[in-house]
C-alpha cells in the first residue's frame, strides 16, 4: 500500500529571501520544488502538500492597505485565503506540466482551508508571528504609529531587525478534512492548509467567523497530518538537520531520535522559538498522536530523508 506523506514546505520552497518576489522567480522556486515532488511520486507515495505563506501575505497586506484610497482593503483572514489560491495555482500549474511531459495524467487540486483556533488563544493578547519586511526601529515605530501596527524587534543587531507582528493562535482543527480525505482516496495530490490555513472560529450558533491571524504553518500541518492519519510527516526548510548546542563548539546535528530526546532537547532550549522550535513541536505531536515518523530536512535533501538517508528523523 502506498504511504500517504505530508510535505510541508518553507518560505524557500516559493520566494528566497534576497528575491523582490516577482511571478517569475516565484515560479522558478516552484518548478525547483516540484522537482522533489515528482521523484517522491515516483517512489509511490501519495502526497498533500502544504505551504507557508509569509512573503506573500505580508507583501499582499501592504498592496491592500496602500491601495486603500481606491479601494477596499481587504483582512487578514482573506489575504490568507487569496494567498492559498496564489501559491496553489503555482504548485497545480508547474506539477500538471510536469507530469503531461511525461505522460501521465493525475488530479491535483488546491483546497481552500479553514482552520479552527480559540477566540480566547493568548497569542491574540500578544502577538508572536512576524509577517511582512523587515524594518529599521525608526520604520517600525513609524508604522506603529500610523498604521496601528503591532511591531517587535525580531534580529537584533542586524540593521532592521524589526517586523510587524500578527497573532499566531494555536490550531486544533481542520475543517475541510473529510474533503482532503476524499480526495486523497481520489488518488489525488493536494495542496491544503497553506499558510498554516484561514483561521476561524466556531460561534455558539455553529457559524464559522474568520479571524485576523496567520497560523504557524508547520502547526497546522500536524493537525492535517492526523485528521487524514499520514504516515510520514515532512518538514521541509533551510537547513539538513535540527541541530542542538547551534552556534556553539559543540554543535550537533541530529540524526534519527525519539520522541523522548526530541522533548528533552526542545524543554532544554535548543531550537528558538521563531524558527525550528514550531517545527520540532508539530513533528513531536504528529508521531505521539500515531504517525510512524516525522522528518525535518532541507527541500534538496527531501527524497533521500525519505530513504532514511538524512535529516532528522524522529519515531517512537
Known sequence: ?????????????????????????????????????????????????????????????IQQEEANTLVPAQPMDVVGSMTQGQIGYMFQNTLQNYFMQKGKNIPITTVVTQVLVKEDDPDFEDPSKPVGPFYTKDEALRLKEEKSYVVKEVKPNAEKSWRRVVPSPEPFEI??????????????????????????????????????????????????????????????TDVENARINYGKPDEKPLGKITVQEAEKYLEEGHFLAGSMGPKVTAAIRFVKAGGKKSIITSLSNAVNALEGKSGTIIVK
Open 1 to 61: 500500500m502506498k504511504k500517504l506523506v505530508v510535505i510541508a514546505l518553507g518560505g524557500n520552497a516559493i520566494k528566497q529571501a534576497h528575491e523582490k518576489g516577482t511571478v517569475e522567480e516565484q515560479f522558478a522556486n516552484v518548478a525547483e520544488t516540484c522537482d522533489q515532488l515528482v521523484q517522491m511520486n515516483a517512489m509511490g507515495y501519495k502526497m498533500i502538500i502544504t505551504h507557508g505563506n509569509g512573503p506573500q501575505a505580508g507583501n499582499l497586506l
Open 175 to 236: 475543517v475541510e478534512s473529510n474533503c482532503v480525505q476524499a480526495l486523497v482516496e481520489a488518488r489525488a495530490i493536494i495542496i491544503a492548509s497553506g499558510g498554516g490555513g484561514i483561521p476561524v472560529m466556531k460561534n455558539k450558533d455553529g457559524t464559522l467567523e474568520g479571524l485576523e491571524a496567520v497560523i504557524d504553518k508547520d502547526k497546522a500541518g500536524n493537525v492535517l497530518a492526523q485528521s487524514v492519519n499520514a504516515d510520514i510527516y515532512l518538514i521541509l
